[in-house]
């Protein structure tokens, strides 16, 4: 059974920190492309930044270019998302997701929907 479970979620002064973790369970690991998203009240879900395993390819949202830092940690099976200087509109509930297929260029900009998707992980950023 695929598994994608997030964590690392809270509530954070502007300008602060904070990791999320994606622990991921249940597919090859090394074969996949892995994304975070976000989705805020009465927005559409976009991408921030997506991660090819294999080949530590990565793709950046423009909004968060500079401040997000994606990595993975192979042996763990796990995705993280360093988020600094946080925004009031960051705020979002923030998911991971896995695809076995396409690019994190193509896979960020959610013209495809990965296969899998974790329940999300709410990140709020007071102002």
């Known amino acids: 059974e695929v598994q994608l479970v997030e964590s690392g979620g809270g509530l954070v002064q502007a300008g602060g920190s904070l990791t999320l973790s994606c622990s991921t369970s249940?597919?090859?690991?090394?074969?996949?492309?892995i994304g975070w998203f976000r989705q805020a009240p009465g927005k559409e879900r976009e991408g921030v930044s997506c991660?090819?395993?294999?080949?530590?390819?990565?793709a950046y949202a423009d909004s968060v270019k500079g401040r997000f830092t994606i990595f993975s940690d192979n042996s763990k099976n796990t995705v993280y998302l360093r988020m600094n200087s946080l925004k009031p509109e960051d705020t979002a509930v923030y998911y991971c997701?896995?695809?076995?297929?396409?690019?994190?260029?193509?896979?960020?900009?959610?013209?495809?929907?990965?296969?899998?998707w974790g329940r999300g992980t709410q990140v709020t950023v007071s102002s």
């Open positions: 997701a896995a695809d076995p297929q396409y690019q994190p260029s193509l896979l960020i900009r959610l013209w495809v929907s990965p296969n899998y």
């Open positions: 249940g597919f090859t690991f090394d074969d996949y492309t």
């Open positions: 991660i090819g395993i294999s080949d530590g390819e990565t």
